[in-house]
């Protein structure tokens, strides 16, 4: 019989590893939190790297309300089944059904468990889930979890898409059922690209297949003339028919904490009776809900915010384009810059920290292999001083590392 090596030899080897491919992650502890005005180690910088894309984390009215509904008790003390649902949670899911144009609305403690709940409680064996290869990691980890038959398709590829849903309805045909969900960021988080959800609607509407789009990335910046802040779907005209399943985190420009799935009143009674991370923890904080239901009133009465984000998007494009930065064709708050190599990544950042700006350093496992990127994101709390010194900072960086948009083969 062999013994097993001993955990410290075998984590040191991993970590070891990690290292020499350039993988390895490091936390950097912050003073403070939110940007854009952040410490690390006694230094201030200028965070390009967070979420809170309106600049509702340091919201005088959402911490007010925060701190108000502290009150409430400093925790949910249970499950939201048991005794942990307070009025404060059923105002915000109000509040989330309204500003995405749904009838209802259910709050998770995460996206992460949103959409991992919600996956595995809509299909499992028998059934199918066709995912984007791009796809965030929480809802590739729901496709796993579900146990139905997990179908990709090549990023935002409608052909590829349709291919997998005819695989799906010959499933079906063979197994004599089973049911087809397609999931879908709104919004890529590392890209910033938008999926082409009116046309994979139309179909989902073909193939009998039911549409989900997380709209991490979309809530709070985006949507229709009636409802601007309703996310990517309502922006491509989708209304509850056509997108029956929306995901939202309030992590991003709600600057909170919590995530939502949105739907009919159906969906959401199911989902409160099966899906597993929604039942087996604790209820959301009171408090939390109430800076929430403070961050959807700004969102919904202050529009300025989202007019600020996108002065700052078109300055950071235009003035990229003219320091011959090379763009991804992206028109939201996520703006990367397409490095491939890891090291290259690793080091541009660190000069970048050592300039005073914090921009995050993606890498695989977090893209695919080749594609390591530097992950900018802006908000309407940047100035536009902000924008310009870091990339005044970034063009100097990438000549420095010998990159720059003469050099063939670094960006395509
Ligand atoms: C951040 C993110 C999530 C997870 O949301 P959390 O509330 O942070 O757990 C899910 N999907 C996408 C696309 C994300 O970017």
Not at 87 to 116: C, K, M, P, W
Not at 303 to 326: D, K, N
Not at 335 to 354: C, I, M, N, S, Y
């Amino acid at each position: 019989m062999t013994s097993t090596a001993p955990l410290a030899e075998v984590l040191r080897q991993r970590l070891a590893e990690r290292r020499e491919r350039n993988l390895y992650r490091e936390l950097k502890t912050l003073a403070a939190a939110p940007g854009p005005q952040a410490e690390v180690d006694g230094v201030p910088l200028v965070t390009f790297s967070s979420n809170d894309y309106l600049g509702l984390a340091t919201h005088p009215a959402v911490i007010a309300a925060q701190q108000a509904g502290a009150e409430l008790g400093a925790g949910a003390t249970a499950s939201h089944l048991v005794n942990g649902h307070l009025e404060v949670h059923e105002q915000l899911q109000d509040r989330i059904a309204g500003l995405t144009g749904r009838e209802a609305a259910l709050v998770f403690s995460s996206g992460y468990l949103a959409n991992v709940g919600t996956i595995c409680a809509l299909v499992g064996r028998g059934d199918n889930i066709i995912s984007d290869r791009l796809n965030h990691a929480s809802l590739i980890d729901g496709a796993r979890l579900c146990r139905a038959e997990s179908l990709r398709f090549a990023h935002s590829d409608l052909a590829a898409l349709e291919r997998q849903l005819q695989r799906a309805q010959r499933n079906r045909k063979e197994r004599g059922g089973g049911n087809i969900l397609v999931a879908v960021d709104g919004v890529y988080s590392m890209d910033g690209d938008c999926a082409p959800l009116r046309e994979m609607a139309q179909l989902c509407r073909e193939y009998g297949a039911w549409l989900m789009v997380d709209e991490a990335h979309g809530f709070g910046v985006m949507g229709s003339a009636e409802l601007p802040a309703a996310g990517s779907a309502a922006a491509a005209g989708l209304g509850q028919d056509e997108a029956p399943v929306l995901m939202g985190t309030l992590g991003k420009a709600a600057g909170n904490a919590g995530a939502f799935v949105a739907g009919s009143r159906e969906l959401v009674d199911y989902l409160v009776q099966f899906a597993r991370p929604y039942i087996y923890t604790t209820g959301m904080p009171p408090a939390i809900a109430a800076g929430n239901i403070a961050a959807l009133d700004i969102m919904q009465s202050e529009p300025g915010h989202r007019e600020r984000l996108r002065q700052r998007i078109g300055q950071f494009r235009r003035r990229a384009a003219e320091l011959g930065l090379p763009l991804m064709p992206s028109a939201t708050a996520i703006q990367p810059l397409l490095l491939g190599d890891e090291e290259t990544v690793v080091r541009v950042a660190g000069r970048l920290q050592e300039r005073g700006f914090l921009v995050g350093a993606i890498r695989p496992p977090t893209v695919p292999a080749g594609t390591a990127r530097l992950r900018i994101t802006l908000s309407a709390a940047h100035s536009e001083k902000q924008v310009e010194d870091l990339l005044l900072v970034l063009a100097g960086a990438l000549v420095e590392y010998g990159i720059n948009g003469e050099s063939p083969g670094v960006w395509s």
